[in-house]
């Protein structure tokens, strides 16, 4: 039976590579000179230092404009709280989103089984598994999900025929 999976993945390697042009342009910009403004990536969690909260806004800013040239979507952001951390420096945790969460899972499920189409729907770990008998009604499916799902960057893949 034709079968997709809807997930919420974002691609690590051009986070790794916006990242990285995000610390070079933080490193060489006139306003960040002698200053402690830097961003680590350690799995899928980033923590962005600075001195203050404005500067902190400007790694921020600098840090979306990459991902934003990268094609990476900002959604798979998740901010934390701002901690001080010895001084007047402050950090603040980034996640980056893995997985489509439990609540959001059992929405598209309900969604896909209130649309009356001819599909299954269940949920298999951090995606959702969409089977049926028709191409035609899995992409009714896809399009109804990209429709109606707009606040998490969701993808599709695992396509069977």
Known sequence: MPSFDV???????????????????????????????????????MTAFADDDFKLGQVKDVLLAKFAKRNVDVRFLDYGNIEKIGGDKIKQTITVRHGVPGDAAKKIVRLIKDAKLKVQAAIQGDAVRVTGAKRDDLQSAIALVKQDMTELPLTFGNFRD
């Open 7 to 45: 997930m919420c993945e974002a691609d690590a390697v051009e986070i790794r590579n916006a990242l990285d042009q995000a610390n070079k342009e933080i490193t060489n910009r006139f306003d960040f000179k002698g200053s402690d403004a830097r961003i680590e990536l350690k799995d899928k969690v």
